[in-house]
Structures are given as structure tokens and as C-alpha cells.
């Protein structure tokens, strides 16, 4: 049987992710349990959490988490790292043994920092270098995977359901701002832990529920830029889109929400206001390659925030709640009542229509 | 007679208990193949005229007529096949080129009928376009590399001149002089009505069409018919044609008899004189000249509208496509081997260039590889001829498709191939003025217009099994297609996998 990556695997899913505005910290605990009234939306075969704000003592170094094979890979991985890389720490990620959970790969984590001569040598900026390695790392380096690379952030994921993959990951351990969780439901899957959402690049985190219908279209566009889409999954083009329009074009997230999921025509040229209406044009007419189609909904987190998109016509289910300064999304309500049971001003964004959570400024 | 002749290819078989004697064949068929005989009181007919272009068999009130093809064959042979051997007892009577119309008829592969269509079953919904909004507007021009904002923070909303269509089809270059001034008509009025381009082809713009011009692509050939100022700022876009599908290396012409009244006004060429159009353009020789022409158009016309270069789908399109990107052109139309034509040489026509798939295809991939396939949009044409084969090119990675014969058989084309003759009875490709009449601008324009109509809703149809429903995310989308009954080489330069994949 092929390989995820080799083969393409659409995928059903369950979303649940909090955040708080005043950048106060959350135990991981609570996201794992927001994926438990969502058991019957994963089928066991991934799962999987990002957290921000986790790693305050390392918080200027890229923290890269990684899958390897063997002990081999994991050798010759670093001998690769070092030639780029100052590795400020690293170490084996702690987790629980427990039957749910099996079949796990050398799970480990780097601390790392572009040399700055490589940097002057190759003519990039940090972020460019980190994230071309790691591309290089995941499409050239067999048995090796990188499936997180921001800076004081991780990811977390295996196969298995979410919850257990929370246990797993002894995520109560952990304090986060913001976190996200996935659990998966792949129609297929030999079983591949770097499968798992979330998906992440830099400080780019996406989890996602659906299956585009626009991939290829995506895929063979982004690719253009340096974006190797070795997962053939929706999520990792996705993560490549939003990398692409709004670190590397510049665009602001509703900019690139619009992009990706872009107004109608008929509604452009029904909107009343002129600058709007030649905005969405004009993003239209640049990137049309990059309107995402097909159902998904995805939560995008990032250093500071979380992005709630929907696909424009809403064909995945996406409701949002509010509690203090706490904020949460989900596939389901269920999901947020678990988190916080008297969360108010419950409500479901329209297709298409961003919604976008920020931390206040300096409290993360 | 005698060595030379060649017997009919086609019967002419009357039902002498329908008809009735009225003449209407004789009186609508232009290559004189009916009569009446007055001594025996009935029709008659001189088959070696016959194209069979079906005009009599529509036209019969009674149903009498019917063109079959003539059994009387020579002695089979699969080396010689009975065509081949006609051949050469026309060439060895007129020590001519042969001359052909329309597309190949040869058996040459039509990859899009060994492509499949993909759509969605469960995991993802197929979308339903009368109840929810289907996209197929396209814009066609380069885009721009880098998103720049001003002081203020604001994008900075430049862009290179675009072309907008509300479907992925334009109508592709058909001179004026090759078509009658009502085919002309008929295709300019059906662009404006559906929001698409017609092209002018190479020979100029009659007056009465300058109305059109929003609708309209102005065509640069190497004879430089037609062409002035006011032309070049006509249309919407001006195409440089650098080849043809049907015939590349090599340029056209059109006889002397052809150059009458308003064409060799609108050609400005005296009448009667022959329109011969070079092999090559004579100011470009090699690639940095054709962006000397490139700038120099867009020079005459301040940059306003999109430069598009056609060429014929070649054994090295990949890297001619990918030279034409870095030289200015905003849009690239590639026309593939089994393209249509007014007149070409038989043995180009049918032997020089490749199948449109496969020239697409590679251009497409070649030019991501490079990483500058934002830098134009992508037309291709050479025989789409259904809604299906436009969704194929689409998802292969064209931008738009270019129709000919498709539009020409809406007007009432029967694809008899004798367009070089300038007898269609059709009053398609003619300038007879007793036959142009024949085609009725009202009524063509309607039949385009319905033609497009019904693509449109099938392709809006499929794409909403896709579950896509814009156009643009459908473009390259390779994943929608699978191949049937195709080599693994096929497979590879169409980028796709093979069904059951």
C-alpha cells in the first residue's frame, strides 16, 4: 500500500482550539478534553495539538519537533542541522506509554539558531532559511520528518485518537496561550504519524476539516515558490498558501483570507464600497491560483492569534464562543461547553468570512 | 480522362419517387452538380463536382437527396490505401502541392477521449449550479510577482493589462476574406453578446466591425495586412501569429480572386493581387526580435492591452513557450496539430507539429518549473470540440480554449473541406456575394450564442461534481483527470495518473 504522500487520502475531521485575548496560560489539559464529545469525528487514525507560548526559556529559538525512524536517521539529521544550525538544546519529547499509542517513532525536539554567517552566505532572511530546510529535510531525508519549526510553539500529534494523543503527549504538562486540536478522519492511512494535523510551518499552525477540491490547482502553483507539498494532504497546501501570501507577499490575514476563500464576483460587484470592492478584485485578479474550493474549515494559528476561515459556502460546520477573555472554536458545541460550559455569545461565522482572534499586544 | 480520372467520391442518390423537379438543389448548389434535363423531365446530377457539403440533402423539400459515400474502390491495399494513390494521380496530372481545408482528418490521437473527468462521491460534495453560484469568468495577462504598498499601507492596485471573459473560450483567428463578411459578423456580434473575444485573424478589420472592438483581438501576421494605427487600438488584445496548427514553418495565401472590394480595402492590398503571407516574420528571426515586436506594439498602444503570441504546437513547444514568456507577451496561444485552417499544403497540414494534450501539458509544467507561468495566461486551440474537451484543457493547465471549427459548424459548416475552393455553400468561406447571403448574421450570432450557452452550463455541470465552483481552481487542477488505455510515457507528459490510480 502507498504511503501517505505517494498517495492522496481525503479526510474528515473534528476541530476544537482556545485562546485568551490578555495572553493568560492554559494548561493543554483543556484542549485535550475539548475532543472528547468529538470521538465519533476522528476515527482513531490521527490526532493531534499545537500550543503557543509553551516554551518561554527558548523562546528565541525555532524549536523544531521531529519523527525520525530510526537512530540513524536521527544521527545523520543532526550532523545536516549543524551545518545551518547553532543546537541550543535538544532532547527526547517526554510521553506516556499506553496502549491506545503504539508503534511511536524517535520523537525528539531541537532548539535551534540560523549561523549567522550561513545567513550572509546565502543571502536569507532567518525565517526563509528555516523554512527551506525543513522542506528539504521532509522531501530529500527518508525516515526523517519535521513537523514543527516555530518559535516558542509546537506541535504535537500522532496516530491514534486526539484525546488519547493529548495523554500521550503529557500536554498537561505544558502552558499555552492558544492552543489548537485535530482529530482525524482519513478515509485511508497506512498509519503515519507526520499524517496527523495540526500542520505547520514556522509559526504557522493549520488544522483543518475537509477535503478542497481546488488541491492540484494549489499544490501546482504554490510549488512554484519553493513550497514542497510532500504530504499530499489539504491541510499542508494550505499552510504553504497562507506562508506564501502572508509572509512572503505581505498580505495582512483577512487579505489572505480573501484570497482563499475570495468573495463571489456577483457578491464584489454587489458591495456598495468602492475600495472594497476594488480590493477583492484586485486580490481576485492576482491570485486566482490560490482560491481554495471545496469544503474545509480551518483554524490558522500563529504567534499572537488564531484565524477562523470557512470555505464560501460554509460546507463544514465551524461555531465560536466567547467567555471573559477567553475565546473558543469548534466543530461542535459540545466541544466548547467541555472547555468552558458558560461560554456566551455563541455563533457561527458566514462562508468565507474571517475571524480573527489577536492577543493583546505584549501579553504574549 | 483516361489515366487522370479519378472516379467520384461520393453518389448522389435521388429518390426519384420524392422528388419533386423544383431545382432547389440546383439553384443552392455552387459547384453545379444538379440539373434539371429538360428531355427526360427529371433531375440530374455530375457527381465528379460533388464535396458533399450537405447543402442540397438540408435544403430538399422533399427528403429526396442523400450523399454517400462511392463504393467503386481500387483493389485494396494496406501499403496503398486508396487516397494515397488518388494523390499521386493529381499531383503527377498537375505537378502541384496539394491543398487541403479544415483540420487533419488523419487518425492521430485524440487525447481527450482518453482522458476521464473526476467527481466527488461522499467525502466531499458535489455542488449543485442551479442552486449555488458557479464561476467561470477568466482573466487572461501576466500577474504581477510582488504585491507593493503605498505609504499609507495600502496595496497599490497596478496591474498588467488584463482581458476578462465570462467563460474560458474565445473564438480564434478566421481572416476576413478566408470567412465572409456575414461569418464576421455573425462571430463579433455572439463575443459581445456572451462576453468573450473574437479575433480578427491576418486580415485586417472591415470598418463595419470596429464596433466590436472591446470584443475583439486584432491579429499581426507576417503579411501585415490590415494593419495601421487605428486597428492596433481596436481590440481588446493584439495577437502576433507566428504559426498555425494546421500549418506551421509556413505562412498563407490567399488568391487574387478572393481580393475583391471591401477586403482588398480592408487588407489594403490592390484587388486581384495575391495575399501572400511570408513563412516567417521577416523582423523576427530569433527570439529577442519577436520582443523587439512585442514592444514595439505595446509602445504603439501605451501599454494598454495584453500582447498574445500564437504558435504552433512544435516538437520543442516547452522551451519556445518558455522563451516567449521572458519576451513580454502576456498571453501565449499554442495551436495544436489537429487545428483547422482556410487552405494549407495536405502534407503539412497532416504530418507537421503535435496533438495540442501534449503540447499543453508540457508548456504548463515547464513554464511552473521555471517558475514563471504568472508571467502569462495560456490559450490553447487546435480541435476543442465539446464542453468536455475545454474542462480537460482547463484542468491540464490552459487558461482559455480557442475555438474554430466548433464555431463554424454552429453557423452551419458540414466540415466537407473544400474551404480553399471559395465555393461554400454555406456562405461561410466565401466571397460570393450570391452565397455569403446565405448566412444570416441574426441567426448565426443566435446559434454561437446557444452553442456557448449550452457548453457553459455543462461545463458549470461538471465542475460542480468536481465540487469546484470557480473556473480558477479548476486551472492545472491535473488531479481531477485520469488517463484510459495511455502509455506511461503518455501519462507522464500529461502529468496524470492512469485510472484506477
Redesign the interface.
Known sequence: MKKEGQI?I???CAIAAVISKDGKKMSGDLITQAMKPMHVRSNGLGGGFAGYGIYPEYKDFYALHMFFDDRSSRISCEAFLKEYFEIVHCERIPTRKMPQITDEPIVWRYFIAPLKSMLANLQLDEKELVSRIVMKINKEQNGTYVFSSGKNMGTFKAVGYPEDVGVFYKLEEYEGYSWTGHGRYP?NTPGWWGGAHPFTLLDYSVVHN??I??????R??I???GYKCTLQTDTEVITYIMDYLVRV???TLT?AANVVA?P???TIEGNPDYASR??FT?L??????L?????FSIVLGYTGGLMVLND??K?RSMVIAEKDDRVFIASEEAAIRTMEPNAGKLRAPKGGEPVIIQVKEGAY | MGVDFIYPEFEVIRNESRCIACRVCERQCANEVHFFSPERGIMMSDETKCVDCQRCVSLCPTRALKIIRSDCALRENANWPDSTIKEIYRQASSGGVLLSSMGTPKAYPVYWDKIVINA?QV???S?DPLR??M?T???LGK??D??R?GEDGR?V?E?PP?ISLSMPILFSAMSYGSLSYNAHASLARAAEELGILYNTGEGGLHEDFYCYGPNTIVQVASGRFGVHMDYLKAGSAIEIKIGQGAKPGIGGHLPGTKIVGDISRTRMIPEGTDAISPAPHHDIYSIEDLRQLVFSLKEAINYSKPIIVKVAAVHNIAAIASGIARSGADIIAIDGIRGGTGAAPTRIRDNVGIPIELALAAVDQRL?EE?I??NVSLVIGGSVRSSTDVVKAIAL?ADACYIATSALLALGCHLCRTCHTGKCNWGIATQNPELVKRLNPDIGSKRLVNLMTAWRHEIMELMGG?????I?????????LRGVGLTEKELEILGISHAGE
Open positions: 492522496r481525503p479526510s474528515g478515509t475537509g477535503e477540491s481546488s488541491y492540484d490547482a494549489n501546482r502553483f510549488e512554484m515558490f507577499q505581505g498580505l487579505e475570495a463571489f464576483w456577483s476594488r480590493q484586485y481576485r485578479t492576482v491570485f486566482p491560483s482560491l481554495v474550493t471545496g469544503p464560501r459556502l460546507l | 466527488s467525502t466531499n460534495p455542488i449555488e453560484p464561476e469568468r477568466v482573466t500577474k504581477p510582488k504585491i504598498r496595496i492596485y496591474l488584463q511552473r517558475g507561468r504568472n493547465g468536481m465540487g469546484i465552483n470557480s480558477e481552481a479548476l486551472r492545472g487542477n491535473r488531479l481531477m
